[in-house]
Structures are given as structure tokens and as C-alpha cells.
């Protein structure tokens, strides 16, 4: 059983950034992917990022180039860097786990943008 703690979230102006962590309460050395889903209000959870394996980097074609994916194994984090945020990324902000069947979801982190 692995607990995820979101945090970092916030209100912030549009091309402004922010920093997302997720604290994993036990060792993240054995999850094969661990990302970061978004849902806005009316819409469906969305993929924003994912490390696979440790070395595979996925981004949502919306965010390229503005947000970076980490993962720090001694620390059991993953990080979600933020930049020239958008009112579009405005939504709630999940960090996820994922083994086999294995699926694990952090509580999510408001983040706001306002334009």
C-alpha cells in the first residue's frame, strides 16, 4: 500500500508558474509509473505527464515545453514544474502510482490561474 500527498497548489497569474510535489509514503523505486492527471470542472481526468520505468517521459501535447516531469527516488517524490501557466490549466491536480494492477491516487491539488 503506498499513500500519495499532493501539494504545491495555488491561485496564480496567467504565464505565471508553480511547483507540484507528491510525497509517496513508502519506497517508489518499484513503481513502474508514476504521473500526474489534471481534471478541470466538467471535464474528464486528464493525463498531464508520466515517468515510465524511471527514464520514458510522456507529456499531454497541451503542456510540452511548459511542464517537466521528475522523479526523485532517495526522497520517494515526483514533481510537476510548472511554467507559463494558462487559465486552461486551471483544475485539480492528481499524482498517481501505478504496478501491474497496482493503481494508487494522492488526495489532488487546487491549482488556479487566473487570467
Known amino acids: 500500500q503506498v499513500q500519495l500527498q499532493a501539494s504545491g497548489g495555488g491561485l496564480v497569474q496567467d504565464g505565471g508558474s508553480l511547483r507540484l510535489s507528491c510525497s509517496a509514503s513508502?519506497?517508489?523505486?518499484?513503481?513502474?509509473?508514476m504521473a500526474w492527471y489534471r481534471q478541470a470542472p466538467g471535464k474528464q481526468r486528464e493525463l498531464v505527464a508520466e515517468?515510465?520505468?524511471?527514464?520514458?517521459?510522456n507529456y499531454a501535447d497541451s503542456v510540452k515545453g511548459r511542464f517537466t516531469i521528475s522523479r526523485d527516488i532517495a526522497k520517494n517524490t515526483i514533481s510537476l514544474e510548472m511554467n507559463n501557466l494558462k487559465p486552461e490549466d486551471t483544475a485539480v491536480y492528481y499524482c498517481?502510482?501505478?504496478?501491474?494492477?497496482?493503481?494508487?491516487w494522492g488526495q489532488g491539488t487546487l491549482v488556479t490561474v487566473s487570467s
Open positions: 498517481n502510482a501505478q504496478r501491474g494492477t497496482l493503481n494508487y
Open positions: 513508502a519506497s517508489i523505486n518499484w513503481i513502474n509509473v
Open positions: 515517468i515510465i520505468d524511471g527514464s520514458i517521459v
